[in-house]
């Protein structure tokens, strides 16, 4: 079960690949080698790109050597949860569990509870993770961005 859209999977996936070319060579790279890289379809990964441009997560340079990259500052800073925020939305992280508009302490879900901590961990886990972290590990050969068989 995913816990974030598949938009929202392969915007994380095709920032932390563009993160982790932008790092090594300092290159920019193109839409074709990062949907071939994370294993999502160019057009969709077209769209989630052009989502994180957007939100000024990844910049993107046109032209005969254009393409995406992130700036040596965007590696620094640029954190999960502002990716999760700018394809998702931010419901996820400070909404109800069961999607009530009105959920609170006053007037709890069900799951009000249970959830809250949950949730506050996810925050912490995607407010203090950035691309370039990501990038690192990835580039260093402790994470993966597409499954091999």
Not at 81 to 96: F, K, N, S, T
Not at 107 to 127: A, G, K, T, W
């Amino acid at each position: 079960m995913a816990m974030f859209s598949k938009a929202c999977e392969y915007g994380i996936r095709a920032a932390i690949y563009v993160g982790q070319q932008s790092a090594g060579a300092g290159g920019r790279v193109g839409l074709k080698d990062i949907a071939t890289a994370i294993g999502s379809p160019e057009a969709f990964t077209a769209k989630v790109l052009q989502q994180l441009v957007r939100a000024q997560l990844v910049t993107s340079v046109k032209g005969p050597s254009g393409g995406f990259e992130l700036t040596p500052e965007q590696l620094r800073t640029v954190t999960l949860r502002q990716v999760v925020v700018a394809i998702d939305g931010g419901a996820m992280l400070h909404g109800c569990a069961l999607g009530l508009p009105q959920c609170s302490a006053r007037q709890p879900c069900p799951m009000h509870y249970q959830f809250l901590p949950i949730r506050d961990q996810l925050n912490e886990l995607l407010s203090t993770h950035t691309i370039g972290e990501l990038a690192d590990k990835v580039h260093d050969g402790l994470g993966f961005l597409k499954q091999y068989s």
